[in-house]
DNA sequence: TTTTTTGTTGATTGACGCGTCAATAAACTT
DNA sequence: AAGTTTATTGACGCGTCAATCAACAAAAAA
């Protein structure tokens, strides 16, 4: 019994079964059939709305990215001073969401997709442009002219930090992470007086 | 023409041609036949000498961290002084060597396996611990207790660098890498004194 | 010399996966 | 009422792939 309008509906639940079953597996190994299963509907269909797999993983990645922008802007938003600033950025970056077994498997694999597949490099860009940028607010009136080289430190200790407590075993603890990434600022800062 | 001793020959060769496979296609996405033919045989010997894909995998991510050891000690020993330890171990960490398809492939995609295999997330520790045990070594004499806490932090600004300058588009730059490194390992002694 | 061990492969198997297509049916349009 | 668009799926073609096996070749051992 078709309904009207269920385009929407059906590519939301496939975007969100594509990233779960990444997750799940951890690997981009995963089959439409198992993905459209999962969104519960056949392989077919998830065919008729995504001309194919790798675009249901595109639609995925723009996805992860989307949610981790509306958290990190909604973070900021709180923001009063530019050190509030950088710390809602960390605490955005190291929250639970994105150590959930999908984030991760999300963020490892688009890093291994950005490899063989232009737009997901392009995706990844845009993700870590956006970062610095926000970065930069924070860091020019504490730091001036440095912001930028700070900048460029902070977003890769970022990455590098996430990185390893994703895979070390045993449950991530966001807040070594965070106290990491502080003490890095705090040095860097002191530096300049 | 069976020649004896044809063994660690042909399981070099595969190793080899594994880690080619997977640099050249991005991902793990590649077939036994695809190795055994780069490395010049059948993939019915492949599968003689190592019983399994997952078992090529794991060798090749052996051999993949054993170069990159051999690289780092060799850097170390010709070290006469804690800082030199230190610059030694950021040079062979951004080598061109590193930056290379075959060992770029090989790193993500092992991050990946990480997840899934548990003896790729052992083989990654240890990585890990090595690289931190160095560190430090070379850092106890110039920052004391703080030692730790600077090596936690260099070890992951090492990777997200790393994980930066490959995935940018455009020819990577071990500078850049090198420089941002060494300023915060700056900044982090300076606030000693 | 016979036997065993080591090296090697073509062919095969059994399974699985992506993408397509024809067919069905409900909802809108005219 | 007839036609069009949208939603939906079962079946399937065509290809792929990991792993196995039987069989053959050469060196080593007995």
Redesign the pocket.
Same mark, same amino acid.
């Given at each position: *019994?078709? !309904? +009207? %309008?269920?385009?929407p509906i059906?590519r939301e639940a496939l975007v969100k079964a594509t990233i779960f079953e990444i997750g799940q597996t951890g690997s981009l190994d995963v089959?439409?059939?198992q993905i459209a299963k999962r969104a519960g *509907?056949?392989?077919? +269909?998830a $065919? $008729?709305y995504f %001309?194919? !797999?790798?675009e249901m993983f595109l639609a995925a990645m723009r996805h992860v990215m989307t949610i981790y922008g509306a958290e990190v802007r909604g973070a900021l938003c709180l923001a009063q001073s530019p050190l509030e600033r950088i710390e809602a950025i960390l605490a955005a970056s190291f929250s639970a969401a994105n150590f959930r077994r999908e984030a991760v498997g999300a963020w490892l694999n688009f890093w291994v997709l950005a490899q063989s597949v232009p737009e997901a490099k392009r995706l990844l860009a845009v993700y870590q442009r956006r970062l610095r940028s926000n970065l930069l607010v924070g860091l020019r009136p504490l730091a001036g002219e440095e912001a930028e080289a700070i900048a460029t430190g902070l977003g890769a200790l970022i990455d590098g930090l996430y990185l390893r407590e994703v895979l070390k075993s045993g449950p991530p603890d966001s807040g070594a992470a965070v106290s990491v990434a502080r003490a890095y600022l705090a040095a860097q800062l002191r530096e300049k007086v």
């Amino acid at each position: *019994m078709p !309904k +009207l %309008g269920m385009e929407p509906i059906r590519r939301e639940a496939l975007v969100k079964a594509t990233i779960f079953e990444i997750g799940q597996t951890g690997s981009l190994d995963v089959t439409v059939s198992q993905i459209a299963k999962r969104a519960g *509907m056949s392989s077919a +269909l998830a $065919h $008729h709305y995504f %001309g194919s !797999k790798e675009e249901m993983f595109l639609a995925a990645m723009r996805h992860v990215m989307t949610i981790y922008g509306a958290e990190v802007r909604g973070a900021l938003c709180l923001a009063q001073s530019p050190l509030e600033r950088i710390e809602a950025i960390l605490a955005a970056s190291f929250s639970a969401a994105n150590f959930r077994r999908e984030a991760v498997g999300a963020w490892l694999n688009f890093w291994v997709l950005a490899q063989s597949v232009p737009e997901a490099k392009r995706l990844l860009a845009v993700y870590q442009r956006r970062l610095r940028s926000n970065l930069l607010v924070g860091l020019r009136p504490l730091a001036g002219e440095e912001a930028e080289a700070i900048a460029t430190g902070l977003g890769a200790l970022i990455d590098g930090l996430y990185l390893r407590e994703v895979l070390k075993s045993g449950p991530p603890d966001s807040g070594a992470a965070v106290s990491v990434a502080r003490a890095y600022l705090a040095a860097q800062l002191r530096e300049k007086v």
